[in-house]
T-cell receptor
Framework: SQQGEEDPQALSIQEGENATMNCSYK?????LQWYRQNSGRGLVHLIL?????REKHSGRLRVTLDTSKKSSSLLITASRAADTASYFC??????????????FGRGTSLIVHP | DSGVTQTPKHLITATGQRVTLRCSPR?????VYWYQQSLDQGLQFLIQ???????AKGNILERFSAQQFPDLHSELNLSSLELGDSALYFC????????????FGDGTRLSIL
């Protein structure tokens, strides 16, 4: 099963609105990352938040982390049509042979209508 | 441009065949990761190499194998292909081990007929 699960599975908004996506995970983590994937392309790293951080900003992106609830949220403010993509969270909780396996959720599909 | 190059972009083959997917990591990156992305399974981690050595294994089938060469490029070999192996295969790289930002290639789309 996936370590991280994004919610909602799909989100449709108008340009200029804010988009909020959530990620829940099951076990303790060292850090959590958010990635974006445009259709047919590879994933692009957006932001990394460490377990001792509660909030992080990067341009129009705001990520929060609540380790007590094992959840994170990604907020995209003033969305643009170009933000249309799938967004994934990735955690590092899994351990295999002394190495951390990055575990991705199934993603939230965001559509921003112009 | 992530700096990670994957070839070929598309591959169409038949059941029972064997294919090799190639990945050149971003300059300076020592870790290479392989992933399989399908509609029903999402993005699944297959295997990781660091500086030529296998470091972690995920849900990789025995029919699949990989290696990382001295020049740090990596190849993923898929054999005895089945219809269910049809998917997007991504390679990603990072400078070191551990959970850090990864740079993804644009993938190889494998279609099994």
């Amino acid at each position: 099963s996936q370590q991280g699960e994004e919610d909602p599975q799909a989100l449709s908004i108008q340009e200029g609105e804010n988009a909020t996506m959530n990620c829940s995970y099951k076990t303790s983590i060292n850090n959590l990352q958010w990635y974006r994937q445009n259709s047919g392309r590879g994933l692009v790293h957006l932001i990394l938040i460490r377990s001792n951080e509660r909030e992080k900003h990067s341009g129009r992106l705001r990520v929060t982390l609540d380790t007590s609830k094992k959840s994170s949220s990604l907020l995209i403010t003033a969305s643009r049509a170009a933000d249309t993509a799938s967004y994934f969270c990735a955690t590092d909780a899994s351990l295999s042979g002394g190495s951390y396996i990055p575990t991705f959720g199934r993603g939230t599909s965001l559509i921003v209508h112009p | 441009d992530s700096g990670v190059t994957q070839t070929p972009k598309h591959l169409i083959t038949a059941t029972g065949q064997r294919v090799t997917l190639r990945c050149s990591p971003r300059s300076g990156d020592l870790s290479v990761y392989w992933y399989q992305q399908s509609l029903d399974q999402g993005l699944q981690f297959l295997i990781q190499y660091y500086n030529g050595e296998e470091r972690a294994k995920g849900n990789i089938l025995e029919r699949f194998s990989a290696q990382q060469f001295p020049d740090l490029h990596s190849e993923l070999n898929l054999s005895s292909l089945e219809l269910g192996d049809s998917a997007l295969y991504f390679c990603a790289s990072s400078p070191r081990q551990g959970n850090q930002p990864q740079h993804f290639g644009d993938g190889t789309r494998l279609s099994i007929l």
